[in-house]
């Protein structure tokens, strides 16, 4: 990106946006400024609420919304990033209800979105009959895990098609996406979900595909994880969890923390204390 900036010819602006974790100043010798953004307050979180209301016509929606979040205080800790208020309100929409926990707040959004409950039921039901949705929201958790133990944020569509989805539904020998070809399943969640999306081209030519947002695909690999503890055991899932994160902190941290949030009791303790161990 600073190389790119720096070829072109002078008057044009760019905005390059980053996590505050991800960003050690490495576009400053480009002559990039760095401001961090500041989370919204009280009455931007109310006009953004307003804003979506008015974009869905659904001004019923606004008050129920606004009193949720002033009579919880974690959930309005939750709603101070602009993305997770826009999921509480598409939550809201089709729930009625609002989790108060992020992890719960990120299931309850994947679920919405890849069953389509906000689409007419003979929109859902056609969707389902290719691939239901618990084995939609399987392949995503699998798809997640590959790309995030491979540390990549897009994947060529080739390589999805021919490698990675082939090596998940070796698993899935009994089910109805066995019967799919790889492209039909990447083409039904992607246009059921928007969760994988296409993001353009690599230098050669090959279309990328990606999560449409870090989030969902951290969220995703934290429940693929979750989910395997079941055949291997929380102490080896949670001591390579651990083991990657020590190796790359800036990548794991958002795993490691909603993985440690699918834990109860006992087990999430011992794993926080391992994961920010007492200097």
Same mark, same amino acid.
Request: some cysteine; overall charge negative; aromatic content about 8%.
């Given at each position: 990106v600073g190389e790119l900036a720096s070829s072109v010819p002078a008057g044009n602006l760019f905005i390059?946006?980053?996590?505050?974790?991800?960003?050690?100043?490495?576009?400053a010798s480009h002559g990039f400024a760095t401001m961090t953004i500041q989370r919204l307050s009280k009455e931007l979180v109310e006009e953004l609420v307003s804003k979506w209301c008015d974009s869905l016509n659904e001004p019923a929606l606004l008050q129920p919304i606004l009193q949720q979040l002033s009579a919880n205080p974690r959930l309005f800790e939750l709603a101070l990033n602009p993305m997770l208020l826009s999921l509480i309100v598409l939550v809201q929409r089709v729930r009625? !209800?609002?989790? +108060?926990?992020?992890? !719960?707040?990120? +299931?309850?959004?994947?679920?919405?979105?890849?069953?389509r409950r906000y689409a007419p039921p003979e929109v859902q039901k056609e969707y389902n009959l290719t691939l239901p949705s618990d084995e939609a929201v399987h392949l995503l958790q699998r798809i997640a895990l590959s790309l995030h133990n491979a540390r990549l944020r897009e994947i060529p569509r080739d390589l999805l098609d021919g490698k990675v989805i082939p090596e998940i539904l070796e698993s899935m020998t009994h089910s109805r996406a066995s019967r799919l070809s790889p492209r039909e399943i990447v083409q039904n969640i992607e246009e059921r979900s928007q969760l994988l999306v296409e993001r353009g081209f690599d230098d050669r030519g090959r279309a990328l595909m990606a999560f449409s947002h870090l989030t969902f695909q951290e969220y995703l690999t934290s429940r693929a994880l979750k989910d395997t503890t079941v055949s291997r055991g929380l102490a080896i899932v949670s001591g390579e969890l651990l083991e990657s994160y020590f190796s790359d902190k800036e990548w794991w941290t958002e795993t490691a923390l909603l993985f440690a949030a699918q834990l109860a009791g006992e087990q999430q303790v011992l794993f926080m204390q391992k994961l920010f161990p007492r200097q």
């Amino acid at each position: 990106v600073g190389e790119l900036a720096s070829s072109v010819p002078a008057g044009n602006l760019f905005i390059v946006t980053s996590r505050i974790f991800g960003y050690q100043g490495q576009l400053a010798s480009h002559g990039f400024a760095t401001m961090t953004i500041q989370r919204l307050s009280k009455e931007l979180v109310e006009e953004l609420v307003s804003k979506w209301c008015d974009s869905l016509n659904e001004p019923a929606l606004l008050q129920p919304i606004l009193q949720q979040l002033s009579a919880n205080p974690r959930l309005f800790e939750l709603a101070l990033n602009p993305m997770l208020l826009s999921l509480i309100v598409l939550v809201q929409r089709v729930r009625g !209800l609002i989790p +108060e926990h992020r992890h !719960l707040l990120y +299931e309850e959004c994947v679920n919405i979105l890849v069953e389509r409950r906000y689409a007419p039921p003979e929109v859902q039901k056609e969707y389902n009959l290719t691939l239901p949705s618990d084995e939609a929201v399987h392949l995503l958790q699998r798809i997640a895990l590959s790309l995030h133990n491979a540390r990549l944020r897009e994947i060529p569509r080739d390589l999805l098609d021919g490698k990675v989805i082939p090596e998940i539904l070796e698993s899935m020998t009994h089910s109805r996406a066995s019967r799919l070809s790889p492209r039909e399943i990447v083409q039904n969640i992607e246009e059921r979900s928007q969760l994988l999306v296409e993001r353009g081209f690599d230098d050669r030519g090959r279309a990328l595909m990606a999560f449409s947002h870090l989030t969902f695909q951290e969220y995703l690999t934290s429940r693929a994880l979750k989910d395997t503890t079941v055949s291997r055991g929380l102490a080896i899932v949670s001591g390579e969890l651990l083991e990657s994160y020590f190796s790359d902190k800036e990548w794991w941290t958002e795993t490691a923390l909603l993985f440690a949030a699918q834990l109860a009791g006992e087990q999430q303790v011992l794993f926080m204390q391992k994961l920010f161990p007492r200097q």
